[in-house]
């Protein structure tokens, strides 16, 4: 089983400071982590994915995540929020091999203020 | 490339009628995902298509779902007998899948559904 933990349902930030969206997973065999951002009534965009390689992977607009495996954790970060990273973002997490169904966090509303 | 396309992009319809949407995937994808999103939460896995072949449909969410592709290339996913609890954003999401690879999801914009 694998589940996906998104911890904050709305996080607020001034533009120009650090974002940090947390995502604690469980999953019974080495996961696959992402990470996809939702713009109000679009489908979801891939921001980042990690698949067993380097722990620290960089995403697009600046994104990037640690894998964490001692603490099941894949927290996204950005060191500096722009108005136009105001949007849903949702973790998720699948397990490799040929049935891949990924299991999608609630998702976390990212709030960025002038 | 286009990406992935939905049609409709919205649908309202009275309760019990039946609604079929589209999904056109990326041309050179052999896996095809659909999923429901309801406000609030992370999109939920329905079901997938592996070219034509149906592999796993143990999680549509009741027999008034079902889903097609016939020729591998798009595909519908069909609600019979709508309920107002069946009114929510339903995502296709297409990928290339090679084993031993992490495949990518590509999502298209959605069709939202409303059940009056």
């Known amino acids: 089983a694998q589940s996906v933990t998104q911890l904050g349902s709305h996080v607020s930030v001034s533009e120009g400071a650090l974002v940090l969206l947390r995502c604690n997973y469980s999953s019974s065999v080495p996961p696959y982590l992402f990470w996809y951002v939702q713009y109000p009534n679009q489908g979801l965009q891939l921001l980042l994915k990690?698949?067993?390689?380097?722990?620290l992977v960089k995403g697009i607009n600046g994104f990037e995540a640690e894998f964490k495996k001692s603490e099941t954790s894949f927290h996204l970060t950005k060191p500096s929020a722009h108005m136009s990273d105001a949007a849903e973002y949702f973790c998720?997490?699948?397990?490799?091999?040929?049935?891949?169904?990924?299991?999608f966090g609630r998702g976390t509303s990212l709030i960025v203020h002038p | 490339d286009t990406g992935v396309s939905q049609n409709p992009r919205h649908k309202i319809t009275k309760r019990g009628q039946n609604v079929t949407f589209r999904c056109d995937p990326i041309?050179?994808?052999?896996?095809l995902y659909w999923y429901r999103q309801t406000l609030g939460q992370g999109p939920e896995f329905l079901t997938y298509?592996?070219?034509?072949?149906?592999?796993?449909k143990s999680r549509l969410l009741s027999d008034r779902f079902s889903a097609e592709r016939p020729k591998g290339s798009f595909s519908t996913l069909e609600i019979q007998r709508t309920e107002q609890g069946d009114s929510a954003m339903y995502l296709c999401?297409?990928?290339?899948?090679?084993?031993?690879?992490?495949?990518?999801?590509?999502f298209g914009p959605g069709t939202r559904l409303l059940v009056l």
């Open positions: 990690y698949t067993s390689a380097a722990t």
């Open positions: 298509f592996q070219n034509e072949a149906q592999l796993e």
């Open positions: 999401a297409s990928s290339l899948y090679a084993s031993g690879g992490a495949e990518t999801q590509y």
């Open positions: 998720a997490v699948s397990r490799p091999g040929g049935s891949y169904i990924p299991t």
């Open positions: 041309s050179e994808h052999n896996r």
